[in-house]
């Protein structure tokens, strides 16, 4: 009796941890085809998300720079203000250098470089549009601005406000058939070079991931990469189809598109409007032009695009403040955005 209950009480321990051993395998699991996480791992998540936020304040107060608050609030004055003047002068200079790299790598690579300009509701907005269009104009890039365009509808169904100002589902659709229209000319263009050897990742997401992204808990969405670490319902095939006419869309978070579901952005929208249109979202929150650059000469450029089409916003001209280099750049050390690459 005694050896059976020694036996027992030896036993019950390794049962128990064969039994934690199994929640934690199915657990693992789970969260490995579902994009569906426990809570336990948001929770996580967001208290990563608090403490680099933390660090980055930390590293703003001791380097004496401005806060993203702050820096929200003074960007009218970044254009207007004549005391700005030297600094925004400064910034337009960098901001056409990396331009300038960037529509030498489109044209070494055979694709078509496109701008196009996405308006903000703001007064400030002439002067970044202006700079745009003689960017453009003097590096004889087809230039689209679509400030007409949104005007013609209620911002409220433009954007996703009251709550956020990022583009709706309906202002994507405006943006995707204004886009094709603009590129019909064009769409027969094919680029000629080809690699033998390309990186694995040919985006700047995680691969072959689906989850759920709260960064606002009230606007949850899913977001979906392939095994190149594009939000691309599909892996991009080589050699391209030759009945279709491929498009690297870049862009920050609109063209990424935060609190909407991949199918919903403009990229995906365009291939349901037009079969011949192969578009590929490889826009990222917070990104600039240097990142861009940076991206396409690492990645992008691999995709064998026929055309590239850059999104640009007002606020692109702000990504040179040190704040926005921490934490929104591609090499960013506080980003506030889950993990990528």
């Known amino acids: 009796m005694r050896l059976r209950r020694k036996l027992l009480f030896a036993l019950l321990p390794i049962v128990a941890l064969l039994l934690l051993t199994e929640i934690a395998i199915r657990c693992a699991y789970y969260q490995k085809k579902s994009g569906y996480r426990l809570a336990l791992f948001h929770a996580t998540d967001r208290i990563a998300r608090k403490v680099n ?26 254009f207007n203000s004549p005391a700005m003047k030297l600094v925004r002068d400064d910034y337009f200079t960098k901001y056409e250098q990396a331009f300038g790299d960037l529509a030498r790598l489109c044209k070494e690579a055979d694709s078509l470089l496109v701008v196009m300009y996405l308006p903000s509701w703001k007064s400030s907005r002439e002067v970044a549009r202006s700079f745009y269009k ?3 104009t003097k590096y004889q890039i087809p230039y689209l601005d679509l400030t007409d365009t949104f005007s013609s509808y209620p911002e409220t169904a433009i954007c996703l406000l009251p709550r956020n100002p990022h583009i709706s589902r309906f202002g994507n659709q405006v943006i995707a058939k204004a886009l094709l229209d603009f590129l019909k000319p064009y769409l027969g263009h094919r680029s000629s070079v080809r690699h033998d050897k390309r990186p694995t990742a040919l985006g700047d997401l995680r691969r072959n991931h689906q989850s759920i992204w709260n960064i606002d808990p009230a606007m949850p969405y899913v977001v979906a990469t392939n095994s190149q670490g594009l939000r691309h319902s599909s892996d991009l095939v080589f050699p391209k189809p030759k009945d279709k006419t491929r498009i690297l869309c870049m862009g920050d978070s609109f063209t990424f598109g935060p609190y909407l579901n991949d199918l919903d952005c ?24 240097c990142d861009e650059y940076s991206y396409f000469e690492e990645r992008g450029r691999f995709v064998e695009p026929d055309m590239v089409v850059l999104q640009v916003l007002d606020n692109d001209l702000y990504g040179f403040f040190p704040y926005w280099q921490k934490q929104f750049c591609r090499g960013g050390k506080y980003c506030i955005y889950p993990r990528r690459r």
């Open 53 to 78: 936020e933390v660090r980055l304040s930390f590293v703003l107060g001791r380097d004496r720079l401005e806060r993203p608050a702050d820096a929200q609030k003074r960007q009218a004055d970044f």
């Open 134 to 136: 003689g960017l453009t």
């Open 266 to 289: 403009y990229p995906q929208i365009m291939e349901q409007m037009d079969g011949g249109v192969e578009a590929i979202n490889a826009g990222i929150a917070g990104y600039m032009i």
